[in-house]
């Protein structure tokens, strides 16, 4: 087990400070110490007040834990004051520790100054020396460097000056510029930049200690700087996507329990996991009769979060995300809106192929294909909550996936499509008849499905329905999604 160390103040609000910096280290599978500098009151709103330690109970706190347990990597947060400051760096030379992150909280949110004039000078006289990498933001980069910063030659400049305080590494965070967010790593020779779309969120309170505690987490489970800051990066852009509002100010980027554990169980299949699914999961499905699927080429141009939000107006009772051409980055981005707008509707949302994106965005399930990670494998990374459909072309394909796990199977082509250049030969309605009736489980016609076959579909016994042009593709998309619905439940 991977051990990591904060050093830092106590968030009462619990969004930034060792809080967050401990949800970040479990969120990665490290194991989480803390030794507290100073405790705030603060929320939402703004920070009323703060205690700091006494400098040698903070010396005592680090011996405790470092003589004892030890730490892989350490960051520090909140400093407080020039005492602190130094009672840290002399532990941290005393342990000879070197995975060290600095965070030089010195500029809240606000733009309020967090550190008096002398300990911007043990810091930059004492720690930064001690450091592998600092983390500022652009305030805390004008103050250790003196400068003004307001464009990219600036954020070198500066960053050089910074470097020249003795740290192995620099990391400028460019949240604050405008435009994309971009990070500027600084290793004494180069500068790197790290991109990600700006998230258009309030709740941006801790983001600079997530960033830090996920860079210590990967320090920590052995990664190299360079290898470990793309990483903290897409855990923050994931953190801020998944946030949600608390409190009336800004709330605290979300730490998504168990984000790497579970792409770690992708590859390490974790032991002890519920291999089996819970009965819930089938009847989570009952009475959605139209399973709308994207298809953004076949969408006239609309966005898929348009034709998604209209085929939900007509009654669509689960939305696939099927994009096979689409970027990860544009998968978890509209996927997390899909997921939002599906559960505004108390509809169900499922994404195709793609597990790593399904639980990055918390759908409510994958759908897999016969060519896809296997059943049981599946099952035991997303869990037994999640719902698993399958791909099925005959009736034997349908039994195994049903033994092996699914919740539900995708049977088809139903009828000839160009939809899918892969799909097999037309199966035809007699088959669809045979597997509902092999299965105990949902089972949904998919293939060439339109409004002037779809009481045919439903002759065959099925659940429902799963279409793409038909919808998708329709002039109309509600009035489309509507006329199925209709046909579904008995209507002409
Ligand atoms: C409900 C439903 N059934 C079948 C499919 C087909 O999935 P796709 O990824 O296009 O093809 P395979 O991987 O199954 O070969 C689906 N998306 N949804
Ligand atoms: C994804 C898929 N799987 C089997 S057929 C098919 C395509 C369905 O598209 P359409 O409803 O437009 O025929
Ligand atoms: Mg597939």
């Given at each position: 087990?991977k051990k990591a160390l904060t050093?830092?103040?106590?968030?009462?609000?619990?969004?930034?400070?060792?809080?967050?910096?401990?949800?970040?280290?479990?969120?990665?599978?490290?194991?989480?110490?803390?030794?507290?500098?100073?405790?705030?009151?603060?929320?939402?709103?703004?920070?009323?007040?703060?205690?700091?330690?006494?400098?040698?109970?903070?010396?005592?706190?680090?011996?405790?834990?470092?003589?004892?347990?030890?730490?892989?990597?350490?960051?520090?947060?909140?400093?407080?004051?020039?005492?602190?400051?130094?009672?840290?760096?002399?532990?941290?030379?005393?342990?000879?520790?070197?995975?060290?992150?600095?965070?030089?909280?010195?500029?809240?949110?606000?733009?309020?100054?967090?550190?008096?004039?002398?300990?911007?000078?043990?810091?930059?006289?004492?720690?930064?020396?001690?450091?592998?990498?600092?983390?500022?933001?652009?305030?805390?980069?004008?103050?250790?460097?003196?400068?003004?910063?307001?464009n990219r030659e600036d954020v070198?400049?500066?960053?050089?000056?910074?470097?020249?305080?003795?740290?192995?590494?620099?990391?400028?965070?460019?949240?604050?510029?405008?435009?994309?967010?971009?990070?500027?790593?600084?290793?004494?020779?180069?500068?790197?930049?790290?991109?990600?779309?700006?998230?258009?969120?309030?709740?941006?309170?801790?983001?600079?200690?997530?960033?830090?505690?996920?860079?210590?987490?990967?320090?920590?489970?052995?990664?190299?700087?360079?290898?470990?800051?793309?990483?903290?990066?897409?855990?923050?852009?994931?953190?801020?996507?998944?946030?949600?509002?608390?409190?009336?100010?800004?709330?605290?980027?979300?730490?998504?329990?168990?984000?790497?554990?579970?792409?770690?169980?992708?590859?390490?299949?974790?032991?002890?996991?519920?291999?089996?699914?819970?009965?819930?999961?089938?009847?989570?499905?009952?009475?959605?009769?139209?399973y709308v699927i994207t298809g953004?080429?076949?969408?006239?141009?609309?966005?898929?979060?348009?034709?998604?939000?209209?085929?939900?107006?007509?009654?669509?009772?689960?939305?696939?995300?099927?994009?096979?051409?689409?970027?990860?980055?544009?998968?978890?981005?509209?996927?997390?809106?899909?997921?939002?707008?599906?559960?505004?509707?108390?509809?169900?949302?499922?994404?195709?192929?793609?597990?790593?994106?399904?639980?990055?965005?918390?759908?409510?399930?994958?759908?897999?294909?016969?060519?896809?990670?296997?059943?049981?494998?599946?099952?035991?990374?997303?869990?037994?909550?999640?719902?698993?459909?399958?791909?099925?072309?005959?009736?034997?394909?349908?039994?195994?996936?049903?033994?092996?796990?699914?919740?539900?199977?995708?049977?088809?082509?139903?009828?000839?499509?160009?939809?899918?250049?892969?799909?097999?030969?037309?199966?035809?309605?007699?088959?669809?008849?045979?597997?509902?009736?092999?299965?105990?489980?949902?089972?949904?016609?998919?293939?060439?499905?339109?409004?002037?076959?779809?009481?045919?579909?439903?002759?065959?016994?099925?659940?429902?329905?799963?279409?793409?042009?038909?919808?998708?593709?329709?002039?109309?998309?509600?009035?489309?999604?509507?006329?199925?619905?209709?046909?579904?439940?008995?209507?002409?």
């Amino acid at each position: 087990m991977k051990k990591a160390l904060t050093i830092a103040g106590s968030d009462s609000g619990g969004g930034a400070g060792i809080q967050a910096d401990l949800k970040t280290f479990s969120a990665f599978g490290v194991y989480g110490m803390s030794v507290i500098t100073a405790v705030t009151s603060q929320n939402t709103l703004g920070v009323s007040g703060f205690r700091a330690m006494p400098a040698d109970f903070v010396g005592q706190q680090m011996s405790d834990v470092l003589s004892d347990i030890g730490a892989d990597a350490t960051k520090t947060g909140m400093l407080a004051n020039a005492d602190i400051i130094c009672e840290v760096a002399e532990k941290i030379r005393e342990f000879k520790h070197e995975n060290l992150v600095v965070d030089p909280v010195m500029v809240a949110t606000s733009g309020d100054r967090l550190m008096e004039p002398e300990a911007e000078k043990a810091l930059k006289d004492k720690l930064l020396p001690l450091a592998l990498v600092v983390t500022p933001n652009i305030a805390e980069a004008e103050v250790l460097s003196g400068i003004r910063i307001a464009n990219r030659e600036d954020v070198e400049k500066a960053a050089q000056i910074i470097y020249g305080w003795g740290p192995k590494g620099v990391i400028i965070k460019g949240g604050h510029l405008s435009g994309e967010a971009v990070d500027y790593y600084y290793d004494g020779k180069e500068i790197y930049e790290y991109r990600s779309p700006r998230v258009d969120t309030k709740n941006t309170h801790g983001t600079g200690c997530t960033f830090s505690a996920a860079l210590a987490a990967c320090l920590a489970l052995g990664m190299p700087l360079k290898k470990a800051i793309p990483i903290a990066k897409d855990y923050l852009y994931l953190a801020l996507l998944n946030a949600d509002s608390l409190g009336a100010g800004h709330g605290p980027t979300n730490h998504l329990a168990g984000y790497f554990d579970h792409l770690t169980k992708a590859i390490r299949p974790a032991k002890g996991l519920p291999a089996a699914k819970t009965e819930s999961n089938s009847r989570k499905l009952t009475g959605r009769k139209l399973y709308v699927i994207t298809g953004q080429e076949f969408a006239k141009g609309r966005p898929v979060t348009e034709v998604v939000s209209q085929a939900l107006a007509g009654g669509a009772g689960i939305i696939q995300l099927r994009e096979k051409k689409w970027t990860t980055r544009q998968l978890v981005e509209v996927g997390r809106e899909l997921q939002r707008l599906a559960r505004e509707n108390n509809a169900l949302f499922i994404v195709n192929d793609r597990i790593d994106v399904a639980l990055a965005v918390d759908a409510d399930g994958v759908h897999l294909g016969q060519d896809d990670m296997p059943v049981r494998m599946a099952r035991r990374v997303i869990g037994p909550d999640m719902i698993l459909g399958i791909s099925a072309e005959t009736v034997e394909e349908a039994l195994t996936a049903e033994k092996e796990g699914a919740d539900y199977i995708g049977f088809g082509p139903v009828f000839h499509t160009d939809t899918k250049p892969d799909a097999g030969t037309a199966r035809g309605l007699e088959l669809l008849a045979q597997v509902k009736k092999a299965v105990s489980i949902p089972v949904y016609g998919i293939g060439g499905i339109k409004l002037d076959n779809a009481a045919e579909v439903l002759s065959a016994g099925v659940d429902g329905v799963a279409v793409i042009t038909a919808v998708v593709g329709a002039d109309d998309i509600t009035l489309a999604a509507q006329k199925f619905i209709h046909i579904m439940e008995g209507g002409r």
